[in-house]
Antibody, heavy 119, light 106 residues
């Protein structure tokens, strides 16, 4: 059973960089896309970025200038950095697996990590 | 840019009811559509992929249909554990979620 677990600071100051890591267990990361998705409190889901196990990336154009996604296959982890954060970046951040047999859907998710941006 | 809409935004229903939620894409996306269920404080759960394929472990009372721009998710007989928010997602290279449909108790 694939499991994903987000980790990182729950509080980030405005204008600083949000950093999160997702640790994957139960399966190899090879051959899959790995994604970050966020959900502001009481609102819907927004895809941020995904990375293939080979390192190729795709970003949401609305966030692309501020986002970096990376993967460390040796640690079974992938990471998110979001720079110059504002209160609008306050959200629950989910990591998820995309693709495989489910054709571009997200079949495994982490439990989510609430990140609050403080002024 | 593709836009995803869902209707209704909320629906009140009783246990045993048949419930249908629709999702519309502003451009054709073939069958690249997924459906998720999300309960409070939890991550979304994949129900349907490729518009009509049931994810492993999901009860068969859930079904999906559609292609192109118009899609639907049907719950054939609503169960107490089905009260949740449902999201569609276009599953092409730019994943985009619909705004969600809340299914609550009448």
């Amino acid at each position: 059973q694939v499991q994903l677990q987000e980790s990182g600071p729950g509080l980030v100051k405005a204008s600083e960089t949000l950093s999160l890591t997702c640790t994957v267990s139960g399966d190899s990361m090879s051959g899959y896309y790995w994604a970050w998705i966020r959900q502001p409190p009481g609102k819907g889901l927004e895809w941020i970025a995904y990375i293939y196990s080979s390192g190729s990336t795709n970003y949401n154009p609305s966030l692309k200038s501020r986002v970096t996604i990376s993967v460390d296959m040796s640690k079974n982890q992938f990471s998110l950095k979001l720079s110059s954060v504002t209160a609008a970046d306050t959200a629950v951040y989910f990591c998820a697996r995309r693709g495989g047999t489910v054709a571009g859907a997200f079949d495994y998710w982490g439990q989510g990590a609430l990140v609050t941006v403080s002024s | 840019d593709i836009q995803m809409t869902q209707s209704p935004s909320s629906v009140s229903a009783s246990v045993g009811d048949r419930v249908t939620i629709t999702c519309r894409a502003s451009q054709g996306i073939s069958n690249s559509l997924a459906w998720y269920q999300q309960k409070p404080g939890k991550a979304p759960k994949l129900l349907i992929f490729s518009a009509s394929s049931l994810q492993r472990g999901v009860p068969p009372r859930f079904s999906g249909s559609g292609s192109g721009t118009d899609f639907s998710l049907t719950i054939s007989s609503l169960q107490p554990e089905d009260f949740a928010i449902y999201y569609c997602q276009q599953a092409n290279s730019f994943p985009l979620f619909g705004p969600g449909t809340k299914v609550d108790i009448k």
